[in-house]
């Protein structure tokens, strides 16, 4: 099996060179690279550099055409302007995401364990037809989620989220675990088996103490997703205020009436995106696992 | 032996009620919701004070394809795609190809290229609408700002509010976002090179352009269409990014929004339903392949 692919991210093969002296031309090529790269950093910065410089300028500081210079004093009227607007609704996100995605995990494990350990005739035509789950529109289900919704009396509830990122989530969560477990030797399982466990007991004493690192990017993927899903919150929560996510809540503040609020719009903007930075800053390698997972190489 | 055989067997058995839950939720809420969608889409549900269901056949596709909004809609999202496609692709290449050999602070690069990742549409939106802002000259923030400012005023432009480019200018945060993820896939793809061919291909005094040129790039194939299939079929459901920066806005209507328009605002459930399995289409066009050549690569392994 090739090298773990998070590893050929973080890793360069190239050979180390000898600390011999670079030629001229070598020189040249090495600060055209720094250059380039920091013209690019520069450039992927400088959004959230707005966003950031913007918080600070008060409820009425904040003009277009300043809005890339630093503030001239630290003013957090708009934190707390945008914490009112926001303090609910992120109150309910991390509610329903955090359920979502502990569900999501243990499902993921289940299947991932049984799907790379105990095949079953036709359980790789099953994979296939999970995975494309994954690839699907959401508009092409929308319709009848609602009415299905509607039917079992989940509408006007949060757990039409809690449903919807669970059961729309089955399939990358299964990869990733599915992917994690068959780099676990089968030799393990044989090990057990040989000794009379069962399939739940070799689960629970082998392979579940080995799944964290798999359980981490499960758990921060279905995290992150959900906390930044618009399609989901705007087609299955409607507009109802009592059922407004980071996401909905953010766009109603943001949207065209309420235009005139930038200081506050900018801060709130940035807020509802703190958790999902957050993690990204910590676990950003369990991030990128699940971001790679997703396209079906690692 | 015999004994452990049929416990074997039974496991296995056991193992496909483990995951049976599973295959009924998918078997319902994507392939039933999905023949559900199909079955809305050939009626004449176009209103919700429909009294009498009835199919009708193929006709609300047909009438999608004399309906203007529907054509400028599915227009705005090719020249989006392509806009996108080759802007990502290019753009990630290029950052991947920067770092592959590694320089000092390398990580430091890799992570804030790839944040944008980590936050929705919806919250850099905001700022977007800002950057893209349409003020020029004196009045000018954002872009048009930064445009001046590098000397080059006269590119300053209208973005996301010009009717004929604006998908151009949706491309752009579409572009920053992505990179960064296109970046970490060539990366992997580069790194996934053995030494020796690099190292042979230098013993035999070739330049170190022609080993890019006739090395490493024909064994990036397989990585390019990867990514191809992947930003594709992102870019077939764009809908946050749009929602975020210009809301339900006529110049830069794509299919997923007007399909939710069509759906939810006038309730027009056949025709929402039509634009659904048009999107279906073209996503699975693209990823069905895509899905049969990796289970095929994995069978092989």
């Known amino acids: 099996m090739s090298a773990d692919i998070v590893d050929r991210v973080t890793h360069s093969t190239a050979p180390k060179k000898n600390r011999k002296k670079l030629s001229g031309v070598a020189q040249f090529w090495l600060i055209f690279r720094y250059i380039s790269l920091t013209i690019i950093l520069a450039m992927i910065i400088l959004p959230i550099y707005v966003l950031v410089v913007n918080s600070f300028k008060g409820i009425s500081g904040v003009y277009l055409n300043t809005a890339f210079e630093l503030p001239k004093t630290l003013n957090f009227e708009t934190w707390s302007a945008a914490w009112e607007w926001l303090a609910v609704p992120m109150g309910r996100t991390l509610f329903f995401v955090t359920q979502s995605s502990i569900i999501s995990a243990m499902i993921g494990s289940i299947n991932g364990y049984v799907l790379s350990k105990w095949r079953f005739a036709g359980s790789n035509a099953i994979f296939m037809l999970f995975l494309f789950g994954m690839f699907i529109p959401y508009q092409a289900i929308m319709i009848p989620l609602t009415q299905f919704n509607k039917a079992v009396g989940l509408t006007g509830s949060i757990y039409v989220l809690v449903l919807a990122h669970v059961v729309y989530g089955i399939p990358i969560c299964t990869l990733i675990f599915r992917n994690y477990y068959a780099s676990i030797p089968d030799e393990i399982i044989e090990a057990g088996r040989v000794d009379g466990a069962s399939m739940v007991r070799i689960y629970r004493a082998i392979i579940l103490p080995l799944s964290i690192p798999a359980f981490v990017v499960v758990l921060i993927w279905q995290f992150t997703s959900a906390w930044n899903d618009f399609l989901f919150a705007i087609f299955l929560t409607g507009g109802s205020p009592k059922l407004a996510v980071a996401t909905t809540a953010l766009n109603w503040l943001t949207g065209s009436s309420n235009q005139v609020y930038y200081g506050k719009n900018m801060t709130a903007s940035l807020m509802a995106s703190i958790p999902t930075l957050l993690v990204y800053m910590f676990l950003g390698r369990y991030f990128l696992r699940g971001l790679l997972s997703g396209s079906l190489k690692g | ?301």
């Open chain 2, 1 to 301: 032996m015999a004994k452990v055989q049929s416990r074997q067997a039974s496991a296995r058995i056991g193992g496909f009620f483990f995951v049976l839950p599973s295959i009924i939720a998918i078997a319902i809420f994507v392939y039933g919701m999905i023949a559900y969608t199909f079955n809305i889409s050939l009626t004449n549900r176009n209103s919700a004070s429909v009294k009498e269901i009835k199919h009708v056949g193929f006709k609300n596709y047909i009438e999608l394809f004399s309906d203007e909004r529907f054509i400028h809609a599915l227009g705005n999202l090719l020249k989006f795609t392509g806009v996108f496609l080759v802007g990502t692709l290019v753009s990630g290449f290029i950052m991947a190809l920067l770092l592959e050999k590694g320089v000092a602070g390398e990580g430091l690069f890799r992570s804030f290229y790839l944040y944008p990742m980590a936050i929705s549409f919806i919250a850099m939106g905001t700022v977007w609408r800002w950057l893209l802002n349409s003020s020029r000259d004196g009045d000018a923030g954002g872009l048009n700002l930064v445009l001046q400012k590098i000397g080059l005023g006269f590119l300053q432009n209208d973005w996301y509010l010009s009717p004929r480019g604006a998908m151009f200018a949706m491309a752009i945060p579409a572009i920053w976002q992505m990179s960064g993820y296109v970046m970490a896939l060539f990366l992997a793809g580069f790194r996934g090179i053995p030494d020796d061919l690099r190292e042979a291909a230098r013993m035999d005094g070739a330049s170190e352009f022609k080993i890019y040129r006739h090395v490493l790039f024909p064994q990036l194939s397989p990585t390019f269409l990867t990514v191809l299939i992947i930003l594709g079929h992102i870019s077939m459901k764009v809908f946050d990014l749009i929602i975020g920066i210009s809301g339900k806005s006529y110049v830069t209507d794509v299919l997923a929004v007007y399909m939710w328009q069509v759906t939810f605002d006038i309730t027009n459930f056949a025709k929402g339903a039509s634009i659904a399995m048009i999107i279906l289409l073209m996503v699975a066009v693209v990823v069905i392949p895509y899905l049969r050549h990796v289970n095929k690569t994995e069978q092989e392994n």
